[in-house]
């Protein structure tokens, strides 16, 4: 089983839709927990941070459910600019220096 | 602007030839690593160092090694390149106790 497994897509939607992105983990000794973007032949860029009280970051709302061990991402009002490859990422627990496993990541296209 | 740099974007490498990997970073992060990704396979974590001449293996270190003889530069070595290791590589650093990673550009190595 991977550490962290995401649903690849490619998830298709018009501009101004609500589109939502699930991960799941399988480490529970992972203790923080990130969305990274990668745009088309660039590397990978942190999006935000994921806390279990579920934070925002304008257009962006990200969700931790530690229980089921499961990570969100809800995108709304989608731009053309959101098309991405969005890679759910978390910490490798114990003393990781800093070690992070990333997910396969997800495809995003905003069509006009 | 704080910058990951690696030393080459592209490289074509025989099957068989020593290969170096340099990634000099300029923003005094303690944490460096190298990734590959693959297609279907996401971001795999080859090596990682949170010290000068320290070293971890990440999850894929077969036929790998690495060398941090500075603070700054991190190199990866394909000591005996082979087709399979025909990837994109990926140097990123963070500062010691954070997780919100820079990265390089990268650089898409081909063995023939």
């Known amino acids: 089983r991977k550490e962290v497994e995401q649903d690849p897509g490619p998830f298709n939607v018009p501009e101004g839709a609500t589109v939502a992105f699930n991960c799941t983990y399988s480490?529970?000794?992972?203790?923080?927990f990130f969305w990274y973007r990668q745009d088309c032949r660039k590397e990978p860029k942190l999006l935000m941070s994921?806390?279990?009280s579920g934070n925002e970051d304008g257009r962006f709302t990200a969700q931790l459910n530690r229980a089921s061990q499961y990570i969100s991402l809800l995108i709304r009002d989608s731009k053309l600019s959101d098309s991405a490859t969005y890679l759910c990422?978390?910490?490798?627990?114990?003393?990781?220096?800093?070690?992070?496993?990333f997910g396969q990541g997800t495809i995003l296209t905003v069509h006009p | 602007d704080v910058k990951v740099t690696q030393s080459s974007r592209y490289l074509v490498k025989r099957t068989g030839e020593k290969v170096f990997l340099e990634c000099v970073q300029d923003?005094?992060?303690?944490?460096m690593f190298w990734y590959r990704q693959d297609p279907g396979l996401g971001l795999r974590l080859i090596y990682f160092?949170?010290?000068?001449?320290?070293?971890e293996k990440g999850d894929i270190p077969e036929g790998y090694s690495v060398s941090r003889e500075k603070k700054e530069r991190f190199s990866l070595i394909l000591e005996s390149a082979s087709t399979n290791q025909t990837s994109m590589y990926l140097c990123?650093?963070?500062?010691?106790?954070?997780?919100?990673?820079?990265f390089g550009s990268g650089t898409r190595l081909t063995v023939v």
């Open positions: 990422v978390v910490t490798a627990g114990g003393t990781s220096y800093g070690k992070l496993t």
């Open positions: 480490n529970s000794a992972s203790q923080s």
């Open positions: 994921v806390y279990s």
């Open positions: 923003m005094d992060h303690e944490n």
């Open positions: 160092s949170y010290d000068v001449k320290m070293k």
């Open positions: 990123a650093s963070v500062k010691a106790g954070r997780y919100g990673y820079t």
